[in-house]
Every structure is written in structure tokens, then in C-alpha cells.
């Protein structure tokens, strides 16, 4: 590492006082902050933070008008824009780059964006790309410069993006080593391990900004006997299928790990037990309409779900015995349903109904 800064010190110091005519001290000076900005994106342990290090020096040197990192995945590709105004013009490029059909497979990793959001078309003619190999490291970069590009410029920004793409190649492989040990490898969903992590840490943050907190846990009826008539390999289908099922209709924030063989449970920060109850639900029927496509045939499975909010005197045990309490309600009350779940009741004068806990009314 210090071998490659001290070539790239002595190869940009001649460049800086030959193409800026400056004084040899003013060069050196150049030098150094370009130096510096590139030991510093190697220090960075998250992408963004990587991808915004290099940003800075890019706009010190080119003085950009646009930049953006695509960095491609298995299933989708993360996005860092600067600025976030120029998002339609050069989603279109991206798409049509990558082979993208549906816009919600790109990922932007440095903002999210609003509705309402403001947004104006830009062109894109004097658009630049630049394409990163390091190893299992996927990436493209694009930039509309603010000045002529020339032929320093292209070394300098070269060796920038170079050194980007290693810091980004080694980010992946430490964040693909530390998935490795909070993933279930089945599933993808967060293993034991991380599960107790995480409820420990949800717990903590809830009843430190007095904010809501729900659970639900559940598990696929008869699962056994999926995998007497169809296998294990069929059934290991199956838990993939519904664990997936539920992750998709999941917020971000929320937080899903398998439990158990055929048991998840699922964290809702600022959640509410109404609220909890409804997606359980809202899954529970999803989960019983689907067919799952097998290497054994279609097979057809439901779930049973318990929930649980925190209450102020709750710890991390009794909100997991609360949960499968809730549960255990649920297969003993015929299974394929929600614990405590709703029920309508409906008023005989104007037939209006509301909702009421199951759980005043089953015992």
C-alpha cells in the first residue's frame, strides 16, 4: 500500500506542475490532498461511506455536475447519486445499462427519496462511464464533468476510481463474510444468533425513546409431514418460499430470523399489537393461497401465528413466551390463523362492524 501512494505521489506531482503551472510547493500540496483522500476511502468500512469519500475528491478535481456509483448484486443494484435532482435522466441509462425492467430492483444506498420530490431532466451528452473489475466487485461509474476532460484528468480520476473499486471490492467480501455469520444459509433470513442481537437491541431502543414494539412468531403447519410425502429437499423449498413471502411484505426496519426447523419470528419496531396482528394476518392468507412450486411437485402449506407487544414491564424472555404462547393458541384453535387474532362483531341496528382481540372471547 505504501509503495503504490509514493509512485502515485511521484507521478502526480510532475503532472500537477506541468499541466497547472504552478510552484513545485503547490504541487507537492495538490499532491498530498489527492494522497490523502485516497487513503482516507480506503479506511471506510460501509460502500456509501467509500463512494462519498471518493465523491469529494472527484468534485475537487473535475469539479462534476453529476456522479453516480452502480454497484450490481445477485437480485437488484445499489445506486449513489449526487445530485438526487437528476434521477429519472439517468435511471433510464442505468436500466438500460444493466438490463433493469422494473425500477424497484435499484437500491439508492446514499438517500431515500420522497413522492413529492422534486426532479428535473438533464442531460446527458457529455456523460463519461467507467467500468470497475475488482474480482467478485461489479461496478460502473458515471460522471458529467464540469470541466473539459483532459488527458491528466483521465489519469488522475483513474487512479481514484481504482482505488475505489479495491476499497468497495474488500467492503464486499468482509460484508459477505459477517452475512455468513448472521444468516441462516437456507433461508437468508438471520439466523438464532442474530436474532437474539437483534431483539435485545430492539428492546433496548424501544424502551429508551418510549416507542412501540411487536413480535410475531410462527410456524408451518405439519411441517413433518411435507417432508415425509415429499422430502427434504422439497421441504427446505418450501421454508424458502414462505420465509421469502414474508421478507418481501415486511418494512426494512422490520426484522426477520428463523426460530427454529419451521419456526420464524419476526421483530416490528414502532409497531403497534393492532398493527402486528393485521400483517400477521394479511401473511397468514398469503402464505395459505400460495402454490409452491417444488423439484416434487406443487405443494400447499399454511402458518400459525402468535403475537406480542411489549408491555412496560416486559423483558426479552417474556415477549418471546408471549409470542409462543400466542402460538401455541393458534395450532390448538385449529391452526391457519392469528393469535391473539380478530373477529368481527356486527351491531344488529346499523350492521356496522368493528374489530375486537380474539383473545377476550377464546379461552
Not at 289 to 296: F, G, H
Not at 303 to 311: E, K, T
Amino acid at each position: 500500500m505504501n509503495f503504490a501512494l509514493n509512485r502515485i505521489s511521484r507521478k502526480f506531482s510532475g503532472i500537477f506542475s506541468m499541466f497547472f503551472n504552478i510552484s513545485a510547493k503547490q504541487a507537492d500540496d495538490n499532491n498530498k490532498r489527492l494522497v490523502k483522500y485516497i487513503v482516507e476511502l480506503n479506511q471506510k468500512n460501509k460502500s456509501d461511506e467509500i463512494i462519498n469519500e471518493a465523491s469529494l475528491c472527484l468534485k475537487d478535481i473535475v469539479n462534476y455536475r453529476l456522479f453516480a456509483v452502480v454497484i450490481k448484486n445477485e437480485k437488484e443494484i445499489d445506486v449513489w447519486l449526487d445530485p438526487r435532482m437528476y434521477k429519472s435522466s439517468l435511471e433510464t441509462i442505468i436500466m438500460g445499462d444493466f438490463s433493469i425492467k422494473d425500477k424497484k430492483n435499484i437500491n439508492y444506498i446514499n438517500h431515500s427519496f420522497d413522492k413529492d420530490e422534486q426532479e428535473k431532466k438533464f442531460s446527458m451528452k457529455n456523460l463519461v462511464s467507467y467500468d470497475l473489475m475488482e474480482e467478485d466487485c461489479m461496478v460502473k461509474v458515471y460522471m458529467v464533468p464540469g470541466r473539459n476532460m483532459l488527458n491528466y484528468h483521465d489519469d488522475i480520476v483513474n487512479v481514484i476510481l481504482k482505488s475505489t473499486g479495491v476499497a468497495l471490492a474488500r467492503q464486499m467480501k468482509i460484508a459477505k463474510l459477517d452475512d455468513a455469520a448472521r444468516l441462516d444459509p437456507l433461508t437468508r433470513c438471520y439466523n438464532r444468533r442474530e436474532f437474539e442481537t437483534q431483539i435485545n437491541r430492539n428492546i433496548a431502543r424501544a424502551v429508551r425513546h418510549r416507542t412501540q414494539l411487536s413480535v410475531f412468531m410462527f410456524d408451518i403447519d405439519h411441517f413433518k409431514k411435507v417432508n415425509d410425502t415429499y422430502g427434504h429437499q422439497a421441504g427446505d423449498e418450501v421454508l424458502k418460499a414462505v420465509s421469502a413471502l414474508a421478507r418481501d411484505n415486511m418494512r426494512t426496519d422490520d426484522v426477520l430470523a428463523r426460530y427454529g426447523g419451521e419456526e420464524f419470528f419476526a421483530i416490528l419496531p414502532g409497531t403497534g399489537k393492532r398493527e402486528a396482528m393485521e400483517l400477521s394476518d394479511r401473511i397468514r392468507r398469503m402464505i395459505a393461497k400460495k402454490t409452491i412450486a417444488t423439484s416434487q411437485g406443487n405443494i400447499r402449506v399454511t402458518a400459525s401465528f402468535g403475537v406480542a407487544s411489549l408491555s412496560g414491564h416486559a423483558d426479552v424472555a417474556t415477549l418471546i413466551e408471549d409470542a409462543d404462547a400466542m402460538m401455541y393458541k393458534a395450532k390448538l384453535n385449529g391452526r391457519n390463523t392469528v393469535m391473539p387474532g380478530l373477529i368481527k362483531i356486527c351491531s344488529e341496528e346499523n350492521r356496522s362492524c368493528k374489530n375486537v382481540p380474539m383473545r377476550s372471547v377464546i379461552h
